[in-house]
């Protein structure tokens, strides 16, 4: 080959090439427990009760295919092509008249669809956050939160709101917003008081704080009855008026149908909502036509009410059986208090020394899965609890689960067995 024809010699060798740019440094600050959760099912033998898992069988799977033949015949278009990033207009007409009530008075303009929560967790974040900024966090608190907004790299105020000093004003003052699950707290199972709920609602109005109610459990009440919500309480103090108060009021059909379709709501002042549809346009432009479709023929048919007595009876069973079990094989080790609805017992280990970290390592052994209290914990440094699901197993399988999870507590205290 001539040299004028030569190959250049300035394309690096293989050797020679830079190294590809690192990823983004909160990638290393992230947990695997949640993908532990998810994959668990997947595991041969492994009883799962780590995960927020709802029970399949109460999936009205016979009424969804119905449902979705129809969407597709009769809206081809709209459930097949792209939508309005805001959601299905006639889905958030539905849920406004869902959610408005004596005190709420909701239009269209405050609502907008979301896949999933999750969705909404992450909006709320791209929304609000700025790098560094300060949130006033349900302690301890969901972490798929503290994913959502890890990016962000935010700092954390604890919410300890059972603490008897608890501070609503002190709490919320200076913070960009606050979060919380009042309904059956997610992963503690706690339900809050109508009262801290009204001190909350008066401290988001004073500070002008943003104040986040997640309610994914809300319709999982077992025992008594079901307390007002603080976007409602927050309404009170304009009556009559389409809703332009501080509540972010957050929800899903992930718990109420089945967690596939992929549809949540965010309910807020109309200003809130144009601004989660600006970020949604960079997320994934819009929710799945279909779903949303699904869910408005669920609502309008009263699916939801339908099977809602079959999910409260199967999940109110299994709630007493892990608690009888535990009271049984894990006393000694933990406690806890039985809640009064949601997905998850709270325990807590009785020896302060204990470290629940180094206990799942156990309990996978044991051919169990469970979520230690670090996970839920901003710093990573609440070690000494667990979150324990009864929805997803029947009660033999939480009862083995119980059993197993003893033999995990065995094999730590004396790890030659």
């Known amino acids: 080959m001539p040299a ?4 250049p010699q300035r394309i690096p060798s293989m050797t020679q090439q830079s190294q590809r740019p690192a990823f983004a440094g909160w990638l290393s600050t992230t947990n695997d427990i949640t993908r532990t959760f998810l994959a668990a099912n997947r595991v041969p033998g492994l009883i799962n009760m780590a995960g927020g898992l709802p029970e399949p069988a109460t999936f009205p799977t016979a009424e969804l295919a119905a449902i979705a033949a129809d969407a597709v015949r009769d809206h081809a278009p709209e459930v097949l092509g792209y939508g309005p990033a805001e959601g299905l207009p006639e889905l958030r007409d539905a849920l406004a008249r869902r959610f408005s009530s004596r005190d709420l008075t909701l239009t269209r303009e405050n609502v907008f669809v979301t896949s999933a929560g999750m969705q909404g967790l992450d ?17 301890p608190t969901y972490l798929g939160a503290l994913d959502a907004w890890r990016p962000r790299s935010p700092t954390y105020r604890n919410l300890v709101i059972d603490d008897p000093a608890f501070d609503a004003f002190s709490a ?9 699950v009042p309904n059956f707290s997610n992963p503690t199972g706690k339900l809050v008081s109508v009262e801290t709920r009204q001190a909350l609602v008066d401290a988001a109005h004073r500070t002008g704080t943003w104040l986040v109610e997640d309610d994914p459990y809300g319709t999982l009440h077992y025992d008594g009855k079901p ?4 976007i409602d309480l927050s309404a009170r103090t304009n009556p009559g008026a389409p809703y332009a108060g501080p509540v972010v009021y957050m929800g899903t059909l992930s718990k109420e149908i089945a967690p596939g379709l992929r549809v949540g709501w965010v309910i807020a002042a109309p ?26 023929a669920a609502i309008e048919a009263g699916l939801l009410e339908k099977i809602q007595p079959t999910i409260l009876d199967t999940y109110r069973q299994r709630r007493d059986a892990l608690c009888a079990a535990m009271r049984e094989h894990l006393s000694d080790w933990l406690e806890w208090e039985v809640p009064v609805g949601g997905m998850f017992v ?20 044991a051919g169990v899965c469970v979520a230690p209290s670090s996970v839920f914990d901003a710093t990573g440094m609440n070690r ?3 979150r324990i699901n009864f929805t997803l197993n029947d009660a033999s399988r939480l009862a083995e689960g119980a059993k197993r999870l003893a033999r995990a507590f065995e094999a730590m205290r004396d790890p030659k067995k």
């Not at 909006?123 to 302690?139: F, M, N, R, S, T």
């Not at 200003?271 to 779903?291: N, P, Q, R, V």
């Open 4 to 7: 004028s024809q030569a190959l």
């Open 123 to 139: 909006l709320v974040g791209k929304v609000l956050l700025e790098p560094g900024q300060l949130i006033a966090c349900q302690y």
């Open 172 to 180: 919320l003052d200076g913070a960009q917003f606050a979060y919380t």
């Open 227 to 230: 307390l007002p919500r603080m």
């Open 271 to 296: 200003a809130f909502i144009e601004a989660l549809a600006m970020a949604k346009l960079g997320a994934d432009l819009c929710t799945s036509g279909l779903t949303q479709r699904i869910a408005l």
């Open 346 to 365: 709270w325990a807590v280990g009785r020896d302060p020394s204990l470290n629940t970290d180094d206990l799942l390592k156990h309990a996978m052994a």
């Open 384 to 386: 000494r609890a667990l």
